[in-house]
Structures are given as structure tokens and as C-alpha cells.
């Protein structure tokens, strides 16, 4: 602990004779090497510490400002290194504040009583009357708030988490508040209550009140002109301001919240965006943008998902309250105007257009399409595996992760085939086919689960997923015999074991983290068991799932080739392996080829409509192409023609290798 001492009589003198005022000098003390010149027209009270100021910073227009305090009035504060401090208007009471720190122009920095700076603090989420509350902290991931709120069927496991909570928020308890280094508090009105990390920069705020806004040198937060939060935690990378307003949220890392948003008892994870509209208990997963005005959110579980303009949903039941809520599995989108009446559940991978009043269930018809017609939901199953958006939305992810902080709070399964959808597509096929084998083959649509499947489209999911999990199971298969040197198909069968038991059953979906259901389970066991009681150690387990994927995911294709295909790779003879791959092959190919046809409608003389505005058809076309480019040219069907070309090349040479056994 570095030394401090009290102040001389002649450091007193100049300080007074500088404006400076104290109720008791021998409260303030101050490090050797203490220079008084550099506080004027300063009051001070309580007990005080003041580093040393040495330093000048550069502010914008490359005006120059010598370390020191001015103007101010500081009560029972520690001032660190190299700060400066000037133009408080009220008073910064009970803080700490970290080396090369930046406070100027602010109404009051305050702390009164304990605080626990927003953590602790108890979110209505998907439940506007409560029963599914999470307890944000500082360390919250997406996968310990799922615990949280999807599995109440586990009361031992919730009562052990907030005790969990709890146990941290007692000790990050504290009657000051702190300031952490290189950070910046300018221009701002009333801050109560809050801990501000290091790096971070606090920009023309409204008011912020019982939070805590955590961030790094590796990736700062911002919070920005006219915000204003209360109850609330950020994480490192969080981007909030212009006039957003947030109440009792946990606020993700990368995340960005923006132009007037609106937030109220929901939870934000890694690299959502929520700009002009509303979120109303919701729980935001992984991706889940919303930009749009007019756009609510409310009561829902959501994750990579893109909210259209003018989405809604409804969660009354008028009687007994806002008691319904909804699920929106992975990767779906929303169109303009379209709306669900909660309760609903939204099978992953799918496109919402329209209204949808009549509860629909589709969550085991992942890549589909639910459409209004005549007040009537239909369903197309497994549609939207040909839309080379959805590939263009699974590409894009990775590359728009935002998070720069080496310490990753969420860990993201981007793949857009899992274990996850994968099942959900076996059951779909097998649903499809029970439909149609009861209702008759004459049958001219279906009803299931308050949706109506038309004849065509049954007939067409069926296919459709019968490709996608021929590609899944190739894709595995081929990856793992690519690198392989064996010299007999015995070699090559041993290639191909698996881990007995791991990664088999059921898998979910963890707010992103895609994992086997029976590892979830036997965490919440070892959770209520006591043998796991930090949230340190819930993170350990999380990345070890992260890490292990693969692997698992090997284990669970090797008993979906035997159930659903039929085929035993521990006794695969080399004609059933070759015939196996053509069929990924023609997998693989069909479904590009659909996609590059998906494609193909975006060039077509209706989509030129509007270009060339004053020229004829040869203008338009030119236009068009200089706007928007040549389809042949386009990134997205380039990487889809060289994606057909590596996967036929791929399958000649494990063709090849196979042969030589």
C-alpha cells in the first residue's frame, strides 16, 4: 500500500490562498512529491487522499490540461495519480478514483450507503408478473441467465445460483464507489450509485443511477449523450447512448443500444443491437437486432434474430395480466409488420411474415417459413435451407463479433447445422411423414399444432430435410476421414469410432452454447449437490463445452448414421461408403444450387425496378450493375460456386483414398 502523509503548513497555505477550503486539513492527506499548485477553488470534507499530478492530457482541437482539481467539491474521496478533475457543480462524494482519470463538467458523483451498484438486482424477464427472474451480477453469461429462467421445474438449483449472487454481491459491497483508471466522466448531470471500469467514457449522460458500467482497455465501454439508466450492469465493449433509456437491464458484451431505444427488465448478450424501439422483458440471446421504429419486443426468448420493422408481439390475457410469453428459437427473422399473439414457440432458422393469432408451435420444423393467409398461419417446412440469406446470416456472424475483451463471458456455437437443428429436422421429417400417413396422401393441407401444411410443402420438407441431414452427416463424415492415413478399411472403421455415451440424446441450445441436454443436466446436479458454488466455475465448465464440441458432435452423428440411415461405420463396407458420399455429394449441390436460384431473383428485371431513373433499358441495366454489381460477381454467389467446387473435389479425393483399400 503506498504511503501517504499529512499536509505541511506551508501546502496548506498556498492550497487556501489558491480558493481552497476544508472543514479539518489534517483529514486530507497526500503522497510524497504532492505538488499544491495544481488545486484551486476546491472544497474539501471527510476523509481524503490525493496522488500526485504530473501529467498533462491532450482533449479535442489539441487543447492541453495539466493533471490537478479545480472548481470542485470532493467529500471522503480518494484521488489516484495523474487525474483531473475540474467544473463539479454539486460534489463528488464517496468515491474512488483510479490513476488518469478525466472528470469535467459534471453535475454530482455520488455514492450513498452500501451499494451494490446494480448487482443483485432482480429482472422480470420473459414474465412481465414475474416467476422467471434473473439476478444480474457482473460476471452473468447468457448460459448461467438460461439456469436462471428456464429451468424453475428446478427450485434447488435457482435457490443455490442466488445464493451465488448473493455470496458476490457481498463482496463487491461498498459504501464508495469507484472510478477505475483511464476513464472519462465529462459533460454529465447526476451519476449515483455506480461503478465505472476501466477505460470507460461516461459522454453527456441524462442520469445514471445503480449500475455498473464494466469495461477494459482491450474493449471500453461508452455511454453517451442523454442516457438514462437506473438498476442496470454493462459489460466491456457496451455501446450506449443517444437518448437511450434503460431500466433493470444486463447489458452484454459488444452490445450496442442506440437512437431513443427503450429497455425494461430484460437482458442483452454478446453483440445484440437494439436501436428506436422497445424491449419489454425480454431475453435477448446471442445476435438479437432489433433497428427498426415502432418495433416491440416483449416477453420472448430470442437469439440471432433480426426483428423486422413494426414487429410486435401481444403477451395479455386481460383477465389475469401479461402472464403469456414466447419463444423465437435461433436465427430466425421477423418481417415488417408481422405479429404473434404469445403463447407461441418459433422453431429455429425460420421467417415470420405476417399475423399470427392462434398460438402457433413449430418448433420442431426448424429453415421454415410461417406466412399469414386469410387470417390463417401456414407453414413451409424446411424452406428456408434454400435461401442463400440464411447462409448469408450464418457466414456473417463470426465476422461481426464485436467482443475484443480477451475474457469472453458468452461462448457462441455459430454453426448453422448442430446436433441442435439437426434433431429438430429429423423429428420434422418424421412429423411430415406421420401427417401424411394419417391424414391420407390425398389430403390437400395438414393442421398441426394450429398451422396449416399445404400437400406441396409437406412433401417438399420432407425432402428438403431429408438433404440437409445427409449434408450434416457428410460434412462430419468427410472431415473426419479427410486427414486420415489408413491403409485398410479396417483402419479406416477405427477412423470413424466415437466415444461410447458422449454427446448421444438430446442437445439444446444454451442461449447460444449448443450442447448435449445430458451435460446440462449433470451441471445442475453437481449445482445442487454443492460441488459447484462459483460462477468462476460454471465458466470453466461453459468453455470446456465450447472446446469439446466436435468431438460430441462426432459421437451424435455416429448414432444418427445408424438410426436414421442405417449405417453402422463400425462395419461399413467401401461400396456403402462411396454410395454414401455421392448421396452428400448430390446433397451438398442441390441445396447450393437452390440457393444460387434464391439468388438469382435478386438480379432479375423486377428487382431493377426503380433503377435508371432517367435513361432506357440499357441505362437501367448499367445502373443496376453499377449499384449492385454483376450476379456472377456478387460475394455471396462467388463463395457459393466455390463451395460447389471444393466440396466435388473434397468427395473425388476421400473417393480416391477409398479406393486404394
Excluded at 632 to 650: M, S, W
Amino acid at each position: 500500500m503506498e504511503a501517504y502523509r499529512n499536509l505541511k503548513p506551508d501546502e496548506i497555505a498556498i492550497l487556501e490562498k489558491q480558493g481552497c477550503t476544508c472543514t479539518n486539513w489534517s483529514d486530507v492527506q497526500v503522497k510524497d512529491g504532492f505538488i499544491p499548485a495544481h488545486i484551486r477553488h476546491t472544497n474539501f470534507s471527510g476523509t481524503i487522499r490525493i496522488g500526485n499530478f504530473s501529467r498533462k492530457f491532450q482533449f479535442p482541437g489539441g487543447v492541453e490540461k495539466h493533471a490537478g482539481i479545480s472548481y470542485a467539491t470532493i467529500h471522503n474521496s480518494d484521488i489516484g495519480d495523474e487525474v483531473y478533475i475540474s467544473q463539479v457543480r454539486n460534489q463528488i462524494a464517496n468515491y474512488t478514483i483510479g490513476n488518469n482519470v478525466i472528470i469535467e463538467n459534471v453535475d454530482s458523483l455520488t455514492t450513498e450507503g452500501k451499494s451494490y451498484f446494480g448487482n443483485g438486482e432482480k429482472l422480470a424477464v420473459l414474465n412481465e408478473a414475474g416467476g422467471r427472474e434473473v439476478a444480474i451480477f457482473n460476471e452473468l453469461s447468457a448460459h448461467t441467465a438460461y439456469l436462471m429462467v428456464f429451468y424453475r421445474h428446478r427450485p434447488v438449483l435457482i435457490e443455490k445460483l442466488n445464493q451465488m449472487v448473493n455470496q458476490y454481491c457481498k463482496k463487491i459491497g461498498s459504501d464508495k464507489g469507484h472510478v477505475s483508471g483511464n476513464s472519462k466522466i465529462i459533460n454529465s448531470r447526476t451519476i449515483l450509485n455506480v461503478n465505472i471500469g476501466t477505460g470507460a467514457t461516461v459522454e453527456g449522460i441524462y442520469r445514471l443511477v445503480n449500475g455498473t458500467i464494466n469495461s477494459s482497455l482491450d474493449h471500453p465501454s461508452y455511454f453517451g449523450p442523454g442516457v438514462i439508466a437506473e438498476d442496470f450492469i454493462a459489460t466491456s465493449g457496451a455501446d450506449v447512448t443517444d437518448a437511450t433509456l434503460i431500466s433493470k437491464c444486463f447489458i452484454g458484451q459488444g452490445c450496442i443500444l442506440g437512437k431513443h431505444y427503450s429497455a425494461e427488465n430484460s437482458v442483452f448478450f454478446a453483440n445484440c443491437q437494439g436501436f428506436h424501439g422497445e424491449a419489454c422483458s425480454i431475453f435477448a440471446g446471442p445476435y438479437t437486432v432489433s433497428h427498426h421504429k415502432s418495433t416491440l419486443l416483449i416477453a420472448g426468448y430470442y437469439s440471432f434474430l433480426n426483428a423486422g420493422s413494426g414487429s410486435n408481439q401481444s403477451n395479455h390475457m386481460y383477465k389475469l395480466g401479461p402472464v403469456h410469453q414466447g419463444i423465437v428459437e435461433r436465427g430466425s427473422k421477423t418481417t415488417s409488420d408481422s405479429y404473434m399473439l404469445w403463447p407461441a414457440k418459433i422453431g429455429p432458422f425460420s421467417l415470420v411474415m405476417g399475423r399470427h393469432y392462434r398460438n402457433p408451435d413449430t418448433s420442431n420444423f426448424p429453415f421454415s417459413y410461417l406466412i399469414e393467409n386469410h387470417d390463417e398461419s401456414y407453414l413451409a417446412p424446411g424452406i428456408n435451407l434454400r435461401s442463400v440469406g440464411t447462409m448469408r446470416d450464418a457466414r456473417k456472424w463470426p465476422g461481426r463479433d464485436k467482443r475484443k475483451d480477451p475474457r469472453q463471458l458468452d461462448f457462441i456455437t455459430f454453426n448453422l447445422l448442430s446436433p441442435y437443428s439437426v434433431e429438430k429436422m429429423i423429428k420434422g421429417k418424421h412429423t411430415l411423414i406421420n401427417l401424411k400417413d394419417t391424414s391420407g396422401i390425398t389430403s390437400e393441407y395438414f393442421m398441426y399444432n394450429s398451422v396449416k401444411i399445404e400437400g406441396k410443402a409437406l412433401d417438399r420438407g420432407i425432402q428438403l430435410y431429408n438433404t440437409g441431414i445427409i449434408k450434416f452427416l457428410g460434412n462430419g463424415l468427410l472431415k473426419k476421414l479427410e486427414p486420415g492415413n489408413y491403409s485398410n478399411l479396417r483402419e479406416l472403421q477405427d477412423t470413424l469410432k466415437s466415444q461410447p455415451g458422449e454427446g448421444t440424446g438430446e442437445w439444446v441450445d444454451m442461449a447460444g452454447l449448443v450442447v448435449p441436454k445430458k451435460e446440462v443436466l449433470l451441471l445442475i446436479d453437481q449445482i445442487e449437490e454443492g460441488s459447484i458454488q462459483s460462477f468462476n466455475e460454471l465458466q470453466t465448465i461453459y468453455k470446456r463445452w465450447h472446446e469439446h464440441y466436435y468431438n460430441w458432435v462426432w459421437s451424435w452423428s455416429v448414432k444418427v448414421f445408424k438410426e436414421e440411415l442405417n449405417i453402422d461405420l463400425s462395419t461399413i463396407t467401401k461400396s456403402a461408403l462411396l454410395s454414401f458420399i455421392d448421396q452428400w455429394k448430390e446433397a451438398v449441390i442441390t441445396l447450393d444450387k437452390m440457393m444460387l436460384a434464391d439468388a438469382k431473383k435478386e438480379f432479375t428485371l423486377k428487382a431493377q425496378t426503380g433503377f435508371g431513373m432517367d435513361g432506357e433499358d440499357d441505362a437501367r441495366n448499367t445502373d443496376f450493375e453499377q449499384v449492385r454489381g454483376a450476379f456472377e460477381k456478387h460475394p455471396a454467389v462467388c463463395d457459393i460456386f466455390e463451395h460447389i467446387e471444393k466440396k466435388q473435389h473434397l468427395a473425388e479425393r476421400i473417393k480416391e483414398k477409398i479406393n486404394r483399400l
